[in-house]
């Protein structure tokens, strides 16, 4: 059975930083691209940042580049999402994705999600 598992959130102060993990298994991420979606209460899912298989390029939101940096560890096969700088918009709960293509397309294994709440 595939399965991803976020884990690191919380709640945490504006300009405050926290550390996500998307732990896999029944898959090997290397072989994957790897997504993070958010959903805020009342918004659609959008995407945050992913990291491709093919190169290891990365792309952000322009709402997160600069603050958030996604990185990959094999050994571990677990995929992590630095966030620094928080705003109380980063409100969301954040999930992990696979993409079995590796070009940080269609997904098709996604997490149940952690929530992440920014307030003061």
């Known amino acids: 059975q595939v399965q991803l598992v976020e884990s690191g959130g919380g709640l945490v102060q504006p300009g405050g930083s926290l550390r996500l993990s998307c732990a896999a298994s029944?898959?090997?991420?290397?072989?994957?691209?790897i997504g993070w979606f958010r959903q805020a209460p009342g918004k659609e899912r959008e995407r945050v940042s992913c990291?491709?298989?093919?190169?290891?390029?990365?792309n952000y939101a322009d709402s997160v580049k600069g603050r958030f940096t996604i990185a990959r560890d094999n050994a571990k096969n677990t995929v992590y999402l630095q966030m620094n700088s928080l705003k109380p918009e980063d409100t969301a709960v954040y999930y992990c994705a696979a993409d079995e293509v590796g070009l940080c397309g269609i997904m098709d294994y996604w997490g149940k999600g952690t929530l992440v709440t920014v307030s003061s």
């Open positions: 029944g898959l090997t991420l290397d072989y994957y691209a």
């Open positions: 990291i491709s298989m093919s190169d290891g390029s990365t």
